[in-house]
């Protein structure tokens, strides 16, 4: 039998982080998408994409302690994941994040949500929101996964 | 140079005016720092709120010790660069985080080569006295471990979206 390689079926797949450590995380594992056509979105300024043309997206900084920079988040993130059309969103958090998994769930793509590995006692309350819309939840510490509430453990980013 | 950071989101006053008073104690010594929103004016810092990424990753790359709050960021980026680096975990007791998660990033890392753990502001003091004798933390690869990157180009590759009502249902079902 002759194995036929397939090219890697290109898919467009969005990653978002806030900025410091979420996106000192995600770019780590960047890599592993590189061959799909990719936008990277923080909410950082000055931030350079990994790899590609495209510059990062920079989109207001909402935590849970400041509902009106929350808001301006969400109308950023809604605007541009749906012009990309993501097929998968990606995110390691923080609140921002867990919107975008929502948004790209309403556009139907595939959600994938990565918890920092920072969170090694408890999921954080990001990634517990995240949780009921991402197809693939992740946490980066064994303990935490739990095979019955589909979160899984899959090793870390360092 | 000794670089001190403490994010950008929250402030961290009890690590910058520390550092700020060592610094003054070793004006022989060139200390810079990123202090956020902090409210303590350093004096003997060259202190700025936020530098642009670029340029804090040069600073990062001249520095010889890296003096820091517990976040992954600055952990991951010493063990990046192969720089010692001491971090002093945010007290939400305190009210400087919203959370105790950087005392459990203490706990989990602390023991790293390379990382030095200050258990309060007075060790502190101690392991900056020390900084001569410090080694570098062993240095980190750019990327990912190459299993977490085939683990995640498979989720990429072949995770099929289910709809929002599912999901919600699962995570309710199952909590």
């Given at each position: ?44 300024t000055g ?112 | 140079m000794?670089l001190l950071s403490v994010g950008t989101?929250?402030p961290?006053?009890?690590?910058v005016?520390?550092v700020d ?9 060139e200390v810079i720092a990123q202090i956020g929103p902090s409210?303590y004016v350093p004096?003997?810092m060259d202190a700025c709120d936020f530098f642009d990424p670029e340029h804090f990753r040069e600073l990062q790359?001249?520095c ?112």
């Amino acid at each position: 039998m002759t194995l036929i390689e397939l090219p890697v079926q290109k898919r467009r797949v969005a990653l978002i982080a806030s900025g410091g450590g979420h996106w000192i995380e995600l770019v780590r594992f960047a890599r592993a998408v590189s061959d799909h056509d990719c936008l990277f979105i923080s909410t950082s300024t000055g931030l350079r994409a990994p790899f590609g043309e495209k510059p990062v997206v920079q989109i207001s900084d909402g935590s849970r302690d400041t509902i009106g920079s929350l808001v301006k988040s969400v109308m950023g993130l809604n605007r541009c994941l749906r012009a990309f059309r993501p097929d998968v969103v990606i995110s390691t958090g923080a609140a921002p994040g867990a919107i975008a998994l929502f948004l790209g769930k309403m556009l139907g793509a595939t959600t994938i949500w990565i918890e920092s590995i920072a969170n090694s006692e408890e999921l954080s309350l990001s990634g517990r929101l995240a949780h009921g819309c991402a197809d693939v939840m992740i946490t980066q510490w064994e303990h935490l996964a739990d095979e019955r509430r589909h979160i899984h453990y899959l090793g870390r980013v360092l | 140079m000794i670089l001190l950071s403490v994010g950008t989101q929250l402030p961290f006053d009890r690590l910058v005016k520390s550092v700020d008073q060592w610094a003054a104690a070793h004006p022989e010594v060139e200390v810079i720092a990123q202090i956020g929103p902090s409210r303590y004016v350093p004096k003997a810092m060259d202190a700025c709120d936020f530098f642009d990424p670029e340029h804090f990753r040069e600073l990062q790359e001249r520095c010889t010790l890296m003096v820091s709050h517990a976040g992954v960021g600055s952990i991951v980026n010493a063990l990046e660069l192969g720089k010692p680096i001491i971090i002093l975990g945010r007290d939400h007791l305190r009210n400087e985080h919203r959370n105790g998660h950087q005392i459990s990033t203490v706990e989990q890392f602390g023991n790293l080569p390379g990382i030095y753990a200050a258990r309060d502001e007075q060790h502190l003091i101690e392991l900056m006295n020390r900084r001569d004798l410090m080694g570098p933390a062993s240095r980190l690869s750019a990327d990912a471990p190459p299993e977490f990157l085939d683990h995640i180009r498979e989720c990429v590759a072949s995770a099929r979206p289910m709809p929002l009502w599912r999901l919600l249902w699962r995570a309710i079902r199952d909590r």
